[in-house]
């Protein structure tokens, strides 16, 4: 099956010195990206942040303003766009509302004058697990289904890149989680590189290899995506990709392979290989789920980091978790996330706590940084220009 459906013999998808100007703006600013052969990548951001637009320049359908786009030791920076080894699946299909499922997906083959389409159809149909749809017609199909035909119909064609515009945002919740597990099975299987462009933080986090984070035209990190989770570089990161609970606080030196710093009169350790500036004012970085409520005043345990003097806030039950937010006595207030296993009872609103974690959880980003960078529920509450930095 592999051997019918994988893609040509090709090479890695190559971005330099890519910059994309339309009049004054600057939509993509000299990207520098290189995507492995085979490799499941994801380009991840907010809207206006330049992952569109990159994706439409290896497609063809923008032209850079500069630099070069290649795919092994082919340019395609000039190439109309069906000179291109590339193919895009978009969010609305596109399908043909008035051909079956089975000459939707043969159209491209037939273009290119190929006369015996039936075992490829049939095959690429097999693995989208549509083989007995080969008759109906798109409207008789589901949305997660319409986009299985429309990833059949790009991938017979034998790209060396599909690209993937947002393809699950038109699905309800629980399909989109569903189809994201059948794009991988299917990336997985094929062996195509897969280059994916989406908003949605789980998305890419579920399906992808390599995860860049775009922001303003630039690539602000990219890596594994527990990597990346793990161990942002920037506060943009840290709150795009997740939550994350952001501290000020200043350095006080090193301890062994720790940075210790002062919050707000308590000592916290961070590793030095998780630590971006090991001088100066920092944010004391801690993602919610790793924090554990203690009694305030009670046990400690041995090495780990403490924050005592919280008071609980506001208590919320999402079923799979109970979501905490802690006053503290500098009067910010910092999320807990606690799994709900039945090991013990929920902390009430009003109780005093102290807020726990592990040292090697902890990560130290740049103080010169906005706190609230790529977080999109703080910026629709206070407005774009609001601004601001945690306390």
């Given amino acids: 099956m592999g051997e019918t459906t994988g893609a040509a013999t090709g090479a890695d998808l190559r971005l330099t010195s890519v910059t994309k100007r339309f009049g004054d703006f600057t939509a993509v600013d000299d990207l520098d990206l290189v995507v492995p052969q085979g490799q499941f990548f994801a380009l991840l951001g907010p809207s206006g942040c330049g992952k569109t637009t990159t994706l439409r320049m290896v497609a063809g359908l923008e032209e850079p303003t500069s630099g070069s786009i290649t795919i092994g030791e082919q340019d395609i920076t000039r190439l109309k766009p069906y000179r291109r080894p590339v193919n895009t699946v978009f969010q609305s299909y596109a399908l043909f509302p008035h ?8 159209f491209g083959l037939r273009r290119r004058g190929v006369k015996d389409v039936k075992q490829q159809v049939g095959e690429m149909l097999e693995l989208v697990e549509l083989g007995s749809f080969a008759k ?3 409207r008789q199909l589901s949305g997660g289904q319409q986009q299985r035909v429309a990833l059949a119909r790009a991938l017979i064609n034998r790209p060396q890149v599909l690209l993937l515009d947002e393809p699950l945002g038109a699905l309800d919740l629980k399909l989109r989680r569903q189809m994201q597990i059948e794009l991988k099975r299917i990336q997985t299987e094929v062996r195509t590189t897969f280059v994916h462009v989406t908003h949605d933080q789980e998305e ?3 399906m992808a290899d390599t995860i860049a984070v775009m922001h303003d035209g630039v690539i602000e990190q990219m890596g594994a995506p527990a990597e990346l989770y793990d161990q942002p570089a920037t506060t943009f990161v840290s709150n ?3 939550q994350s609970n952001l501290v000020r606080a200043e350095v006080v030196g090193p301890s062994g392979e720790d940075v210790v710093v002062d919050v707000h009169g308590t000592k916290v350790g961070a590793p030095v290989a998780r630590a971006r500036r090991t001088t100066g004012t920092v944010w004391v970085g801690v993602r919610p789920e790793k924090v554990v409520l203690l009694p305030d005043g009670g046990a ?3 090495g780990a980091n403490h924050l005592d003097g919280g008071v609980v806030v506001d208590v919320s039950y ?3 978790s109970t979501q905490y937010l802690v006053r503290m006595p500098w009067g910010q207030e910092l999320a ?3 799994q709900n296993s039945g090991a013990g009872g929920r902390v009430q609103r009003g109780e005093r706590v102290c807020l726990s974690w592990r040292a090697e959880h902890t990560f130290l980003l740049d103080a010169d940084e906005d706190a609230h960078a790529g977080d999109e529920s703080y910026a629709a509450l206070v407005g774009a220009d609001g601004g601001g930095a945690a306390g």
């Fill in 318 to 320: 999402t079923g799979v």
């Fill in 336 to 338: 807990v996330f606690e």
């Fill in 204 to 206: 890419a986090m579920t």
């Fill in 99 to 106: 051909l079956d499922i089975f000459e939707n997906v043969a």
């Fill in 136 to 138: 109906r017609r798109p």
């Fill in 240 to 242: 795009f990709l997740g």
């Fill in 300 to 302: 400690r345990e041995e």
